[in-house]
């Protein structure tokens, strides 16, 4: 860093080595799924310029490229960790840090691509929690205009958009006969999670086209880069959002190890995600006062909401031992990965062009419910994400289930004034009784699934939870305490008008002028299921927001 007083420079004494930059219509603070998309839509007006600001490197690692290198992605540089603080209401959920991308693109350049936007149910939610504007009448034109699918065009599908949403091509056999034995435990066959209705089991679609990851960047920035009027700077952290007489009027970075200012004529939007927003906004004097004072910065807004309302999915491993060489785990070996690297680079298809968890489920752990709570991914593979261990052997695969819909809430606050310093963050999860609940059952229907004989006939032995582990409690120990985060943090800065909000429904800050949030951290709820749809939304209704 260029300097150390870090409460002497909030209080606007200039730091050494300070370069004044360019002046900009438009800041975007973040790179990531939904930061693209603002960048690209703003700049289509020639008579604006934009700058879009992001932490990490352009997103030139080949992998990013490749659907079936998501195991690369999901465990490598390309990530940022930030330690999560246990509780005891958790029990021992083992998962150290909270995971968030560290590259243009954000999370879209890393995921395992799966599209899905939710139910209906879920946005009309964020309405009677004050999001007027964003029922799910109000989104859908918003989903549509991004997409651009290759199977669907209706009433819910579009084609055209930036963003290229496929079809798996090369679908495993082992999907195939888990989604016969998900029928053979009961689960009827949905042909479109994102119809509306995701109850059953069926094919993922991802952001994919022509088999290659259709991330945010090479949707929207890859076409937008000719333009001259769209500025993109990698490798610039942010530190602090200037604000002068209660508006935002810049943002102050650190781009090799050298602090440099950009300033805003227009407005300077926030898309850093739901742990770095609301971290840059408190360590820019907007937040809960106390937490702000505490630190010795000056209070440029009291929001209370800032950082609170931390939610996050909680999933579920479950690894089995396959009798043969029946999943993509046989890849492993250097003459097969070999075989389906020649095969994708010849034709885009194969393995290569898989996300390797093709398959999945929407289906209830609590039966009270109104729609399902609980989502099933299949992993042809063992070992794929991180944290999930391979089986003896080495052919093995892994069903994945998440409780979709938390009830528990944990917080993110300020840990320095230093802003190289994580903030803390409690994801509390379990803190919510019914989660866990919801959970054990969701386990329980998934070990029924893989007992059914399409699938059986292929395994050799549960590997994770052992096979003596068949009782409700038994299995409800399990979950508690080997349950791991989904890494799809939000709430952090929600929508709304009441005290707690931290954004009005047009995504401005409350109590500053000139600056809005738009990432995943404005949810009132967390989506059901994968949120990277919903962010990209999120980022064309907040151009549509600037733009008016």
């Not at 227009?266 to 360590?283: W, Y």
Request: charged content about 20%.
């Amino acid at each position: 860093m260029a300097f150390r007083d870090y409460g002497s420079a909030r209080l606007g004494i200039r730091p050494p080595r300070t370069d004044e930059l360019a002046t900009y219509d438009y800041i975007i603070v973040g790179g990531g799924s939904t930061g693209c998309v603002v960048a690209s839509r703003l700049s289509e007006d020639p008579n604006v310029n934009v700058l879009l600001l992001e932490e990490g490197p352009r997103d030139l690692n080949p992998y990013i490229h490749i659907p079936g290198a998501y195991y690369k992605t999901a465990q490598g540089p390309l990530l940022k960790r930030i330690p999560w603080e246990p509780i005891t209401e958790q029990g021992s959920v083992d998962t150290p840090t909270m995971v968030q991308a560290r590259v243009l693109g954000g999370g879209s350049s890393v995921n395992a691509m799966i599209y899905i936007r939710g139910v209906p149910s879920d946005y009309e939610q964020w309405v009677t929690m004050g999001a007027a504007g964003w029922s799910y009448a109000d989104v859908l034109p918003y989903f549509k205009r991004a997409e651009d699918n290759n199977r669907f065009c209706n009433e819910v599908h579009s084609v055209g958009g930036p963003l290229g949403v496929s079809d798996i091509d090369s679908i495993h056999p082992l999907t195939r006969a888990w989604l016969q034995a998900c029928q053979q435990s009961g689960l009827p066959y949905n042909p479109d999670f994102n119809s509306g209705d995701p109850t059953g089991c069926g094919l993922y679609q991802i952001t994919a086209r022509n088999g290659r990851r259709s991330s945010a960047a090479v949707a929207y920035l890859k076409p937008a880069r000719k333009r001259q009027n769209l500025h993109i700077e990698t490798g610039c952290a942010v530190t602090r959002v200037i604000v002068e007489r209660g508006r935002a009027v810049g943002v102050e970075c650190n781009k090799h190890n050298r602090t440099v200012t950009f300033k805003a004529r227009q407005e300077i939007v926030i898309s850093a995600g739901a742990i770095a927003t609301p971290k840059l906004l408190m360590l820019s004097g907007i937040g809960p006062a106390d937490q702000i004072s505490r630190h010795g910065l000056i209070v440029h807004a009291d929001l209370p909401g800032v950082g609170q309302n931390l939610q996050d999915h909680i999933e579920i491993s479950l690894v089995y031992q396959l009798n043969g060489p029946h999943s993509y785990d046989k890849y492993k070996k250097l003459h097969w990965k070999a075989l389906a690297g020649l095969n994708y680079a010849l034709f885009r298809n194969g393995p290569a062009s898989s996300n390797l968890i093709e398959g999945g489920a929407f289906w209830w752990g609590n039966k009270k419910e109104a729609v399902p709570d609980i989502q099933y991914f299949m992993v042809v593979g063992a070992g794929i994400e991180e944290g999930v261990e391979a089986v003896p052997g080495g052919n093995g695969c892994t069903v994945n289930l998440g409780q979709i819909r938390p009830r528990s809430r944990g917080e993110v606050t300020l840990a320095s004034p230093d802003p190289t310093v994580n903030p803390r963050v409690a994801p509390r999860y379990f803190s919510d009784p019914y989660d866990l609940e919801a959970i054990t059952d969701g386990t329980m229907t998934a070990m029924d699934i893989m007992a059914q004989p399409a699938i059986a006939k292929y395994v050799a032995t549960r590997h994770t939870p052992s096979l003596g582990l068949t009782a409700r409690q038994d299995i409800r120990t399990f979950c508690q305490q080997n349950a791991h985060a989904a890494l799809h943090p939000s709430g952090t800065c929600r929508m709304g008008v009441d005290r707690m909000a931290v954004v009005d429904p047009e995504l401005r800050v409350r109590g500053i002028e000139g600056l809005r949030v738009a990432d995943a951290s404005i949810m009132p709820t967390l989506i059901s299921g994968n949120p990277n749809a919903v962010c990209i939304m999120i980022g064309e209704r907040a151009a549509d927001f600037l733009r008016a």
